[in-house]
């Protein structure tokens, strides 16, 4: 055991000699550099922007006080119900397994679904013509429809609504087709004058080769049961068998008139002249149970919701008829709750199930609408007005106005929800007009009167600018306002409503007859040749001005009205891109007029929208779309181009629209201030024109412009970083001395000012120079790089072993002359301080030195780092420490050698 104690210890003894001679006094890395970067690159994907927002929307009002939302797509938050037939009519509908394809008076024919919109089909067009005279059934079966018409005709439509076959037409084509049924592969037609003809479903080439029953009594309808068919005349039947066998005529007695036949499952519906209502079987028949459904008026249709396409939670019928009178009934033919007026009143000539309702289709309107269950209008509008009639709404100040008959006005929301109770101006004239001018509303009354009122619509002021003369229409320019007097005076008003310049009035030779009553007025602000165009009715006809701003009395006697002489009527609506005008008027008809007040020829000079329906209010949304709307509640969205972009829906309960004002949110996506002013008060000039912001856009590094964004303009976007607006550059980012820690004069690409600071990319930016007192130095201050204009300083640290600062006093002092400058524990010795320890062992002793009691080589002092264990400052130690140790180790190894020979 002692000689293994003697060799551990020489050998731990070595390796401490070892290791205190090769100590590595290099310094570690900083932690920040010896980690692994854990965040990854800069995004580089796209970021789709949607520049419609979900406030964005158009307001339509007009007669009855009705008011509707209408969204930026120009689809109506709560419809009234849907156009069809190109305005064609409806004479006849039919519902089959892939929608409801509706007939109209001439012919055509439309697919649409429960919705009413238009089923996409594989024909060129989702609306066409066929037969070549009125329509007057459509039948399902099979794999399609039949349809037949007035020159007796028939023809084959697919389940899409696509033509399956041409025309096919009966011997005797002076004929008129009354209707059609399908049974196992063969149709069942029927003429007006009771002659019947089988024809193969996939061959319908022998209408009329097949006479089954040739000069029976004037037939009503024909339907199916099981293998038959039930052929009724006004007062009787005959049944007829798949092949063609004929009954003997049943009676079922005089006076029915049956006016309609249909059947659901084993049940025949039967529908009279005097709005009566029988349901029978078969097996019943011919005893009948007339019930009364419509009080005396005709039944034109009898629909069961128990369709194989329908999913519904109720099992009734429904009668329709005349005079938007509908009724329910029950399986047994028992009248449901009281006779309904729908559909505005107008003859209905259509009906169809829906999963929770039903849909109606309106004879003349050409249009349909969604009933629910209890034959309730869905989307039915309130009204908002007291009944009274709105005339004119415009947007402003985060709100709208909408005034009207009876001196009322009314602030609503954007979203068209009321945000005021109904008020009235104290003369109670009608009000025709109003708009926005950045800060204020103004309204022209019948009598006169301009109203001023704020956002809130309290009253600021009124005016009488020309006399008694009622005010037809006005317009904001951006500067000033441009009142129309229904007698064609004019005059021009600045903000405050007050005139300037004498009254003038619009004599242009050819229009001096022109009838301002109801008149348009619309300014191009937008455009850089800014004018108004005013436009009124001569003889019933339109006419149309122009209105210069800078011209004496607001006149400019060189405009002569455009060749619109293929303009049906007067000019009742215009709205306005801002660089060119769309007119619109009776029969549905619109123009585009340039700032020269040519009629546009770019395409159709002239189209007809809306079905036919009047157009009576215009109004573009700033970028892309027009919406338009007139009677009957009629509205739809244009391209700027004027070409429709949907068909037409109905609003406010098919009551005529009168107005319409876009409401978007506060400013709006890329647009030209077409109104001269935007939602929020105020245009932004841009390179070529001005455009409104979405939003106020603060903050000097933020724009709404293409050409500082690199984004859109009227998108407010931060300017890059390292740019500055150079039409705001006082506003945007003042350029600041680097020791300031202030801005460098460019936008840091957040929408923020760039502050000089220290980044990795080059030196620190110093902002206050190195100091030094007390025997302490402070270094150099740098801009801190997470705050902005604070400057950074380190944290004081001793001059030791100097003592004291340089002479200058931004440092240390590095050299010394005498003791007095270096601490305690020093020595100045060639020009350095040096620790008195390291003075000693170059003094020069090898021999091992007094242990001292901690074990040190410097007496009462111990070792040069304070403690027992190696010195790591006097390198002169270690060979003599060394030699001495390999000493010990030899006496031990050579006592135990010495040992083990006495034992």
């Not at 076959?165 to 084509?173: I, Y």
């Not at 079905?611 to 509205?635: C, K, P, T």
């Not at 997470?786 to 002092?813: F, I, L, R, V």
Request: aromatic share 6%; net charge negative.
């Amino acid at each position: 055991m002692t000689r293994w104690t003697a060799a551990v210890s020489w050998l731990a003894c070595s390796l401490l000699v070892v290791a205190c001679g090769e100590t590595d006094t290099t310094p570690s890395p900083p932690e920040h550099e010896m980690e692994a970067s854990t965040s990854g690159g800069p995004d580089t994907g796209s970021v789709v922007r949607s520049l419609e927002g979900t406030q964005e929307n158009w307001f339509a009002a007009g007669a009855k006080g009705q008011g509707a939302t209408i969204d930026s797509k120009g689809r109506p938050a709560r419809p009234a119900g849907r156009y069809v037939n190109e305005g064609r009519g409806i004479v006849a509908g039919d519902l089959g397994g892939e929608g409801w394809l509706m007939g109209g008076r001439d012919g055509s024919l439309n697919l649409i679904n429960a919705s009413g919109n238009s089923i996409e089909t594989s024909g060129p067009d989702e609306q066409r013509l066929v037969l070549k005279g009125r329509l007057q059934f459509i039948s399902a079966g099979g794999n399609g429809w039949l349809i037949g018409g007035s020159r007796g005709g028939v023809q084959k439509i697919g389940p899409f609504g696509e033509l399956q076959t041409g025309v096919e037409t009966f011997p005797n084509s002076t004929v008129s087709l009354a209707d059609a049924s399908y049974l196992n592969g063969e149709w069942l037609v029927l003429s007006d004058d009771g002659r019947m003809s089988l024809i193969q479903d996939d061959d319908i080439s022998s209408l009329g080769q097949r006479l089954i029953i040739n000069g029976q009594p004037r037939t009503s309808g024909v339907t199916t049961v099981g293998d038959k068919w039930y052929v009724f005349t006004d007062n009787g039947y005959v049944t007829i068998q798949s092949g063609g066998n004929v009954t003997e005529p049943i009676s079922l007695g005089d006076g029915f008139q049956i006016t309609e036949v249909t059947s659901q499952g084993n049940t025949i519906a039967l529908g009279n002249q005097s709005g009566e209502v029988a349901l029978v079987t078969p097996s019943n028949l011919p005893n009948l149970s007339w019930n009364d459904a419509l009080e005396g008026n005709r039944v034109n249709v009898l629909v069961s919701s128990a369709r194989a396409e329908i999913e519904a939670s109720y099992d009734e019928w429904l009668a329709v008829g005349p005079e938007g009178k509908a009724r329910r009934l029950d399986r047994q033919g028992q009248p449901l709750g009281s006779v309904a007026t729908v559909g505005r009143g107008e003859d209905l000539q259509a009906a169809r199930p829906r999963d929770d309702g039903w849909a109606v289709g309106m004879k003349s309107f050409s249009a349909i609408q969604s009933l629910e269950r209890d034959l309730t209008p869905e989307g039915r509008a309130s009204d908002r007005f007291d009944g009274a009639t709105i005339r004119a709404t415009a947007a402003g100040g985060g709100q709208l106005l909408a005034v009207g008959d009876g001196g009322h006005y009314r602030v609503f929301n954007p979203d068209g929800s009321t945000a005021t109770e109904i008020q009235t101006l104290e003369s109670e004239a009608r009000l025709t007009t109003v708009a926005w001018n950045g800060g204020q509303f103004l309204v022209g009354g019948q009598d006169g009167t301009l109203t001023r009122l704020d956002p809130e619509g309290e009253v600021v002021s009124t005016h009488q600018p020309l006399g008694d003369t009622a005010i037809a229409a006005l317009s904001w320019s951006g500067k000033f306002w441009l009142v129309v007097g229904a007698n064609g005076d004019i005059q021009r008003l600045r903000r405050d409503g007050s005139s300037f310049g004498d009254t003038g009035r619009i004599e242009l030779t050819q229009i001096n007859d022109i009838s301002f009553e109801g008149s348009k007025i619309q300014n191009n602000s937008g455009s850089a040749n800014e004018r108004w165009i005013v436009a009124g009715a001569q003889d019933g006809d339109a006419a149309l001005t122009a209105v210069s701003e800078h011209a004496d009395n607001g006149t400019d006697s060189g405009d002569l009205p455009s060749d619109i002489s293929n303009f049906d009527g007067p000019i009742l609506a215009i709205g306005t891109t801002g660089n060119e005008w769309l007119i619109g008027g009776q029969q549905g008809q619109v123009a585009r007029i340039s700032t020269r007040l040519d009629v546009i020829a770019r395409g159709e000079g002239i189209r007809t929208v809306l079905y036919g329906n009047a157009v009576r209010a215009i109004q573009h949304n700033g970028a892309e779309h027009y919406l338009i709307a007139g009677d009957r509640g009629a509205i739809q969205r244009l391209l700027f181009d004027a070409r429709p972009e949907s068909t037409p829906a109905a609003v406010n309960n098919f009551e005529d629209v009168r107005a319409l004002a876009w409401t978007p949110p506060v400013g709006f996506p890329p647009g030209p201030c077409a109104s001269g002013v935007c939602y929020n008060g105020s245009c932004i000039e841009g390179q070529e024109t001005k455009f409104c912001c979405e939003s106020a856009c603060e903050g000097p590094c933020r724009s709404c412009l293409e050409s500082e964004n690199n984004e859109a303009n009227g998108l407010c976007e931060p300017i890059p970083a390292g740019e500055y607006s150079p039409d705001r550059k006082e506003q945007t980012c003042q350029e600041t001395d680097p020791a300031s820690c202030g801005q460098t004069g460019v936008c840091d690409g957040d929408g923020g000012c760039e502050y000089w600071r220290n980044d990795d990319s080059g030196d620190p930016v110093q902002c206050q120079p190195p100091t030094c007192s007390n025997g302490e130095v402070t270094g150099a201050g740098t801009c801190a790089s997470a705050d902005n204009g604070m400057c950074q300083t380190p944290e004081p640290e001793s001059c030791d072993p100097y003592k004291g600062c340089n002479d200058k006093g931004t440092g240390c002092k590095t050299s010394c002359r005498d003791p007095q400058d270096c601490i305690t524990g020093y020595v100045c010795r060639d020009g350095t301080c040096q620790a008195e320890s390291s003075m000693q062992a170059d003094a020069g002793t090898e021999t091992m030195a007094d242990t001292g009691p901690n074990g040190g080589g410097n007496g009462s002092e111990g070792s040069a780092d304070g403690g027992g264990g190696c010195s790591t400052t006097s390198a002169p130690l270690m060979p003599s420490f060394e030699a001495f140790a390999l000493l010990l180790g030899l006496v031990a190894l050579r006592r135990s050698r010495e040992v083990g020979i006495q034992s």
